[in-house]
């Protein structure tokens, strides 16, 4: 398994913060299983999305080789690649990529509901098969990582460092369709306008997606933007301010 030894960083390359945006603004990844019986890497191209705590979740078909692979054998590697989530040029090599070693099992009836809103949230055209009887959603647990940021930016990263503590924030989490909605109703441009204050196109109709304790989620239907909060949020009056000063520097006169 990777170790933090193993980096290889600039003295002044922080790979936190880029990974935990690859991770939350990812919206394909290419999926490499175990394929059974020789286990060669088999790599497939799926869709993916977040729980709050930045583990992944897949839908996948039981007729895909990935899904049969991953029902023997659960470990797996997922790429996610900033080029493909959003619009590049140049040297392909030269843009971020994270690469997460881990597990992927079938949702377990606790957690099925969560991972199913948190993923069509960012891919709503699934919902078209997501009930068919053989599609079902699967959780990745995150074991290690290793972010290249480009040419001499390498480094491994733990999951405890990648990922989001959230038990002190599950009350306001399992709220989180109900939350966003009552602030959409209340401010209806605030996506577009944080988008658009982030790099985001002001044609394209921009939605909030989810949150965590870390920062907000907004996408359309080709891209997700992350938005770090300034600081960490448990409540729903945290969220609200969070969210108020994010809207206050996007709508600041330049």
Not at 15 to 24: Q, T, Y
Not at 77 to 105: F, M, V
């Amino acid at each position: 398994m990777l170790t933090d030894k193993e980096s290889t960083p600039e003295s002044t390359f922080d790979p936190v913060p880029e990974a935990k945006r690859l991770l939350r603004c990812s919206r394909v990844a290419t999926l490499a299983t175990l394929a059974e019986p020789e286990g060669f890497p088999f790599a497939s191209l799926v869709n993916v999305a977040t729980a709050p705590d930045g583990s992944l979740i897949l839908l996948l078909s039981r007729l895909a080789g990935h899904t049969r692979h991953l029902d023997a054998d659960p470990r797996m590697s997922l790429l996610l690649y900033s080029a493909i989530n959003r619009p590049s040029k140049g040297d392909p090599l030269a843009h971020s990529r994270l690469t997460i070693l881990g597990k992927a099992k079938r949702a377990t009836d606790a957690i099925e509901e969560m991972l199913r809103t948190r993923f069509l949230a960012r891919h709503p055209k699934s919902s078209i098969y997501a009930d068919f009887v053989d599609f079902g959603f699967f959780h990745v647990t995150i074991e290690a990582a290793h972010l290249n940021g480009g040419f001499g930016r390498a480094a491994n990263i733990s999951a405890e460092k990648l990922l989001t503590p959230v038990g002190d924030a599950d009350d306001l989490t399992a709220e989180e369709p109900d939350l966003l909605a009552k602030i959409t109703e209340k401010e209806p441009d605030f996506a577009h306008d944080l988008a658009q204050a982030n790099g985001g196109a002001s044609e394209k109709a921009w939605r909030a997606v989810g949150f965590d304790p870390e920062g907000l989620d907004i996408g359309n239907e080709e891209r997700l933007i992350r938005i770090p909060f300034a600081d960490r949020v448990t409540t729903e009056k945290e969220l609200r301010t969070q969210i108020a000063a994010l809207l206050a520097k996007a709508r600041k006169p330049s």
